[in-house]
């Protein structure tokens, strides 16, 4: 770390991240659970015309992360966008930011460690499924307390799991389409995409923007990359790297798949008779496709549980250090690491676990919605901290700008508008309207915190 970035933020991480974790663990934030699982629902709402969503959302979450290459390549920090928005936008956005992100993991973490115990069920029906959310979360905290290149090297396999078998069911997949490969030398073609009643575009582009909340709910924590800017060897050179390869990413990932998903399969069957890509698999003769895929579902959830524990150690940490968290999360251990942050976050989503078994399944619904909101929340942050960071530098100092933001302010306004939209459809949307009620009310009750506690008069003086 530079001893100007030092000084601006006080931090003592170790840059133990190499350039292969860093993209790997951009692709892990670009690839969630739920394309394995929630690509049914989005399908349902806009047909085949979820492509356009995902290409719509792309261009969206690519601009929001060009942003954050821009502040984060010139201050790699651990905190991220929670200590850009302290310094740009002040201490008070710093802590909303901080927390609100934090909170998110937190929620999302209770979420994914539970996911893991469910889907070791597969395989050991009789196994009370506390028994590995409680190994999971064990396993992860471990990995965390021991170094950061540790949690490196775990996402780094965690991805590429992720990415083998998608691109498996791809190309098996194309196989089907041109070939007929395990549909009796019969071409699928891709009729399917628009033969259907409705054609492409079945519940027109209503459809296609009701699935936008579904798509951008997907890319959470594709944002985790700038947390790791703080830990990056080079980040300089590995930040940008990985954030110019994000939107053929998703194009590769999230389009393709569901390209050859909706070719194979009729657009309105999908999901009536089990997961697309078990089926897929299942074509060709691939008996155990239904074990491939829940493995790889269990090792995403293990993914995002491990990130969100990296993630929380490190933005309690960054809060510290603004003096917006108790001084307490300000240590790091002998191996450089947030240990304390990491452990209390941890003893949290213990709690989760057990409240997963005590709480009815709609008040855990309304706990979830926060993250979307948060999502939503942290990207227009990062918007609105890069253009007020590029507004405070003389013309010579942008000249000097290491990665700028294409087409600024015009993509800044492109990428405003599209979240904005998306909270608009997060409000209109019955079963996710819950998210614009809980998520100002998330927001108003920090603030409240945060003039009880006499921050707002510090900040004034």
């Known amino acids: 770390m530079s001893s100007e970035n030092k ?31 929630g690509s049914s629902t989005a399908i349902r709402t806009a047909g085949p015309g979820l492509l356009l ?45 901080g927390w609100t992100y934090w909170f998110m993991w937190i929620i999302t973490g209770m979420a994914e460690i539970t996911a893991v115990g469910v889907y070791c069920t597969f395989w050991w029906p009789d196994l009370p499924q506390w028994i590995p959310a409680l190994m999971a979360l064990v396993a992860m905290t471990t990995v965390n307390l021991i170094s950061v290149k540790l949690f490196g090297e775990f996402e780094f396999w965690f991805a590429l799991i992720k990415v083998v078998v998608i691109i498996a069911m791809i190309a098996i997949g194309l196989g ?6 395990g549909h009796g ?12 009643e409705g054609g492409f575009l079945p519940n027109g582009m209503t459809g296609v923007f009701m699935a936008l909340s579904m798509v951008m709910f ?9 947390v790791t800017a703080g830990e990056a060897r080079n980040p300089e050179k590995s930040i940008p790297s990985a954030i110019n390869k994000v939107l053929w990413r998703i194009l590769v990932f999230y389009i393709g798949a569901l390209f050859v998903i909706m070719s194979i399969f009729p657009w309105n069957e999908i999901g009536v008779h089990g997961s697309p890509f078990v089926l897929t698999f299942k074509n060709i003769g691939i008996a155990a496709a239904a074990g491939i895929i829940n493995f790889v579902v269990a090792t995403a959830a293990l993914s995002s549980c491990n990130s969100g524990i990296y993630s929380n150690g490190r933005m309690l940490y960054n809060l510290a250090l603004q003096k917006r968290a108790p001084q307490y999360f300000g240590q790091t251990s002998k191996a450089n690491v947030p240990a304390r942050g990491i452990l209390v976050s941890s003893c949290i989503m213990l709690i989760g676990v057990f409240l997963n078994y005590i709480v009815p399944e709609e008040v855990f619904i309304i706990v979830t919605s926060i993250a979307t909101f948060a999502a939503v929340w942290i990207w227009g942050t990062i918007i609105i901290v890069q253009m007020k960071s590029r507004v405070s530098k003389s013309p010579e100092e942008v000249s000097k700008i290491a990665y700028k933001m294409p087409w600024y302010p015009y993509s800044n306004y492109f990428a405003l508008i599209g979240l904005v939209f998306v909270a608009v459809i997060l409000s209109i949307g019955e079963s996710t309207r819950i998210a614009m009620i809980v998520g100002p009310l998330w927001i108003i009750g920090i603030n409240v915190v945060y003039n009880l506690l006499g921050w707002n008069k510090k900040d004034a003086q």
């Open 53 to 97: 969503s995902y290409l719509i959302g792309a261009a969206v979450i690519f601009f929001v992360m060009r942003a954050l290459g821009e502040v984060a390549v010139a201050y790699p920090v651990s905190g991220s966008f929670s200590a850009y928005a302290n310094m740009f936008m002040g201490p008070r956005m710093g802590y909303i930011t």
């Open 176 to 181: 089907i389409i041109l070939f007929g490969i």
């Open 7 to 37: 000084s601006v933020t006080g931090e003592t991480l170790t840059r133990g991240l190499e350039s292969r974790h860093i993209q790997l663990i951009a692709i892990g934030g670009a690839i969630g659970v739920g394309l394995f699982l």
């Open 185 to 196: 030398g019969v071409p699928t073609g891709i009729t399917n995409l628009y033969a259907l």
């Open 218 to 226: 997907a890319f959470l924590g594709i944002e985790l990359i700038g």
